[in-house]
């Protein structure tokens, strides 16, 4: 159930992207930048938590 929930919310969030796109151009580039904004932010704190994760895993072989 919880894959599901979250297909249907990746199908909800391409939808208001293609919705947006064919009716409301500006709407549509402003949550495109909002989109890839929290996507880097996600992936800068994906980078910080692996680094703090290798770096107590050093900590704790030493």
Sequence with gaps: MKDLKGVLAILLFFAVFVITNRY????????QTTAFVLLELYLLYKLISWIAYAIKRKRDNN
């Design 24 to 31: 409301f151009p500006t709407v549509y580039r402003v949550l």
